[in-house]
């Protein structure tokens, strides 16, 4: 299948803080990325939808000026936490769509932040 | 309604033993399906995607498809402790995911 890479795995931070995450389509390109959020025991929730070339589309309740997605090339898209809380400690995973229609995940980004 | 629905669990079986795992969906324009397998504290792997009614298999595991009945399943024969993870059902309608909540599978040795 098709190989969708996340960096960092881990990251943290101290409150107030920004931190970038990356997530690349190592052997396809991508017009369209997802970003999710995971809590402990909890499913994933779709954070945005990021569209190379404009702007990303934001799910219900998500904060597009904390949650900042930037999606320049066709096999990359950063998500960018601004001024981070301990609440924004979560699991983020990237996520793009397959030639057959199917979505491959990143390995995900844990984030803390103290 | 849920679009996708799953039994939370947690659903144990022995090792060797085959594990059902169930999903409904609740549109009808829904058009592809896929299971997909997630280990505590990693993202979600994809095990198995499906089309077309009736089953597809690929080693151990065999999804299966009711279009009719808006439900997919998926079987894991052979069970084996690496199985115990959280199984997720996702569907795509007009190129928006939906993913159930999963079920917790655990193989016992």
């Known amino acids: 299948g098709a190989v969708v890479s996340q960096h960092p795995s881990w990251v943290i931070c101290k409150s107030g803080t920004s931190v970038k995450i990356e997530c690349r389509s190592l052997?396809?390109?991508?017009?369209?990325m997802f970003w999710y959020r995971q809590f402990p025991k909890q499913s994933l929730m779709l954070m945005a939808t990021?569209?190379?070339?404009?702007?990303?589309?934001?799910e219900q309740g998500v904060e597009k000026d904390k949650f900042l997605i930037n999606h320049a090339s066709l096999t990359l898209s950063t998500l960018t936490v601004t001024s981070a809380h301990p609440e924004d400690s979560s699991f983020y995973i990237c996520s793009a769509r397959g030639r057959a229609g199917e979505l491959f995940f990143g390995e995900g980004s844990r984030l803390t932040v103290l | 309604q849920k679009e996708v629905e799953q039994n939370s669990g947690p659903l144990s079986v022995p090792e060797g033993a085959i594990a059902s795992l169930n999903c409904t969906y609740s549109d009808r324009g829904s058009q592809s399906f896929f299971w997909y397998r997630q280990y505590s504290g990693k993202s979600p792997e994809l095990i198995m995607s499906i089309y077309s009614n009736g089953d597809k298999e690929d080693g151990r595991f065999t999804a299966q498809l009711n279009k009719a009945s808006q439900y997919v399943s998926l079987l894991i024969r052979d069970s084996q402790p690496s199985d115990s993870a959280t199984y997720l059902c996702a569907v795509n309608r007009a190129n928006q995911f939906y993913f159930g909540t999963g079920t917790s599978l655990t193989v016992i040795p």
């Open positions: 052997d396809f390109q991508a017009t369209t």
């Open positions: 990021s569209n190379e070339g404009s702007k990303a589309t934001y």
